[in-house]
């Protein structure tokens, strides 16, 4: 049978919080008191149990991650940089995958507080008040990655990059480069941040531009290649006008509107500029390599885990909104109008 943490405090003729001071080095005790439980503790060949450290301390050192979807390489390379800075602080992170369905993330909520874990970071995709609620309500605390909060500003500590800037900023691009029937293919209507807000960023620019598009020309769709190759057999079957140029809310849905385009004989970018989202490592293995906006998944990461280290050691507790600067890359998706 193993060697418990009473038994140890027993045969010391301690009490197991002595024991756990002496092993935790929360309270000083005297250095006789000290060598003793060693001792013993290392007769014994003690290990202490992660989770009965945990008990007592009310810290496990472990950080919870929540993904809409661990296959989707922008929560890889999230994760990634969440590693790396708990990692270097002595955190163990926790990943687990809620498939956007909001039953499942109040789940996940509730089943990393009774594993006692020191901290969240939650990558959602409609961070709305129920979610809010229920996040303020719990021991540990929370900062969102990639996803804003669609209740209120700074109400739930965010890091995520300026979705609606990049898609004025890309709009922009476009008609500096001399396109104006500029079609919108992005992700769906339900999630907050990479649906919504990418949407009333486009729509912004085409505002200020005074540049009138279709209601056909914008779809809306999954993640997805599919989701960009039948959102793009949509706009190509319901516009007798094509448009110059499609702007899209990520890589995979870009490649999969170049695919349709290209089964139907429209050379990209000859007739149609694609430009994507996102500036996965396969952008520049597609040909022609893929015109895209470059956001700091890693870095992006490594802010959020920093972030939320300040929230568990004490050091902050007023929220606020952290954006990534992200980056437009030219690449061969897309053409120069004369």
């Not at 303020?136 to 609606?164: A, F, G, M, R």
């Not at 999630?191 to 620019?205: C, H, I, V």
Request: aromatic share 8%; net charge negative; hydrophobic share 40%.
């Amino acid at each position: 049978m193993a060697v418990t943490i009473a038994d140890i405090a027993k045969e010391a003729g301690v009490s197991i919080s002595t024991v756990s001071r002496v092993i935790n080095n929360t309270k000083p005790v005297s250095p006789e008191l000290k060598e003793r439980v060693y001792r013993i503790i290392e007769k014994n060949h003690f290990t202490p149990n992660a989770l009965a450290q945990g008990l007592i301390t009310k810290k496990t050192n472990i950080v919870g991650v929540i993904v809409p979807d661990i296959s989707n390489a922008v929560f890889g390379a999230l994760t990634k940089g969440i590693n790396s800075v708990c990692s270097s602080k002595g955190y163990t992170i926790m990943v687990c995958e809620s498939g956007g369905e909001l039953e499942r993330e109040m789940n996940l909520l509730n089943i990393l507080e009774d594993r006692q874990i020191d901290g969240v970071l939650f990558a959602g995709v409609d961070v709305n008040q129920e979610l809010v609620n229920a996040m303020q309500k719990k021991d540990y605390p929370v900062v969102l990655v990639t996803q804003e909060c669609s209740v209120k500003e700074n109400i739930i500590d965010t890091v995520t990059h300026d979705n609606v800037q990049a898609l004025y900023d890309v709009v922009m691009f476009l008609h500096e480069n001399g396109h104006e029937r500029i079609a919108y293919l992005g992700g769906p209507e339900y999630d907050f941040s990479s649906g919504q807000k990418r949407l009333k960023g486009y729509k912004k620019a085409l505002s200020e531009l005074k540049i009138s598009v279709p209601y056909s020309y914008i779809e809306q769709v999954q993640f997805s290649f599919q989701g960009g190759y039948e959102g793009m057999k949509r706009i190509y079957e319901e516009n007798s006008i094509l448009p110059t140029a499609v702007v899209t809310g990520s890589d995979l849905i870009a490649i999969g509107a170049v695919q349709f385009l290209n089964g139907q004989g429209i050379g990209v970018p000859e007739e149609i500029s694609v430009i994507g989202f996102d500036d996965l490592d396969f952008a520049t293995y597609f040909r022609p390599e893929l015109s895209t906006v470059r956001i700091p998944y890693f870095e992006e990461g490594e802010i959020a885990a920093k972030e939320l280290l300040k929230y568990m050691t004490g050091s902050k507790t007023k929220a606020a909104t952290h954006y990534v600067p992200h980056k437009i890359i030219r690449r061969g998706t897309v053409k120069v109008l004369k």
